[in-house]
């Protein structure tokens, strides 16, 4: 789309260190858009990793730091575990 800010990022998938197997994705600070904020501090993002799209949000952890959760359904379909580098795209919804 023209005029639409794509990020790209290359970081390593973790787990949640709670009972639910959530994984994730760090966004640097650096690529977090600048744009107004949702409940939680939320930003709705449409998210590609390998051929997979869907739309979900990036989501502050802690002080300057963000993340963007990935489904289970994601992982499975492109063969994603936790420890390994992940490159995904995103943009504002």
Do not use: C, Q
Request: avoid cysteine; charged fraction near 25%; aromatic fraction near 12%.
């Amino acid at each position: 789309m023209k005029g639409v800010k794509v990020y790209k990022v290359t970081e390593k998938l973790h787990i949640f260190p709670t009972e639910a197997a959530w994984t994730y994705v760090p966004i640097p600070l650096s690529k977090v858009p600048d744009v107004p904020r949702g409940g939680w501090g939320r930003i709705p993002v449409n998210v590609t990793v390998g051929k997979t799209t869907w739309r979900t949000s990036i989501f502050p952890m802690r002080k300057d730091n963000y993340f963007v959760p990935i489904k289970r359904l994601v992982r499975d379909k492109e063969g994603l575990f936790v420890g390994e580098a992940v490159k995904l795209t995103y943009s504002v919804a």
